[in-house]
């Protein structure tokens, strides 16, 4: 059985390319393993905060010193990260936002980028703690950043793959629907992207 964790961070609903490619992936996957849970974190529908100074103390607090807000704080956080263990396969919908990743995402980073549960330091530096996963990423984009001039201006595939580099992440396959507002690309971009999924 696979458990599969699927992070959705576009606010836009039925008309976001980025659900459509993610929901793609998803059902990809469910075709190649038919015994398949899938658990979805909409990050729209229920919105990590944005980092304050109470969050940051409360992480960099140990355990046993916490206040009754720092307790829930770090449960919080605990239950967003307990989703990662748990998963199998991750699954982001990452669309290009001002040459990087939606707000919501980078929200949901700050809150599961713990040193002692996404990674630990030791003798030689940081070691990931999230191993043996697959992620995909669904990414979706007006211009084009895969090749071209405008590669150097795309911070959201590179972010991701950093982040859960750090994680311990390292098998990682990225599907992009590019250039969904160039005429002539697209028409067909989503539809050939989607035909383009292949799941290892």
Not at 69 to 91: C, F, H, M, N, R
């Amino acid at each position: 059985m696979k458990n599969i964790l699927h992070i959705i961070s576009s606010p836009r609903a039925e008309v976001s390319a980025s659900r459509k490619l993610g929901n793609a992936v998803i059902q990809k996957i469910q075709e190649k393993y038919s015994d398949t849970i899938v658990k979805e974190r909409d990050l729209t529908k229920s919105k990590v905060p944005l980092l304050e100074e109470v969050h940051i103390n409360t992480f960099f607090t140990p355990a046993e010193n916490h206040s009754e807000e720092q307790q829930s704080i770090s449960k919080y956080s605990e239950g967003l990260i307990t989703e990662l263990k748990e998963a199998d396969i991750i699954v982001i919908d990452s669309p290009m936002y001002n040459f990087s990743v939606p707000a919501t995402l980078r929200a949901y980073f700050d809150f599961t980028s713990r040193a002692g549960y996404t990674f630990k330091y030791d003798e030689n530096g940081p070691k990931g703690l999230l191993n043996d996963k697959k992620l995909y990423v669904a990414f979706t984009s007006g211009n084009i950043y895969s090749e071209g001039p405008y590669q150097i201006y795309d911070s959201n595939i590179p972010y991701i793959k950093n982040i859960f580099g750090f994680y311990g992440v390292s098998d990682i396959s990225v599907f992009r629907a590019e250039g969904l507002s160039i005429p002539g690309i697209m028409e067909t971009s989503l539809e050939r992207a989607i035909e383009n999924i292949a799941i290892d």
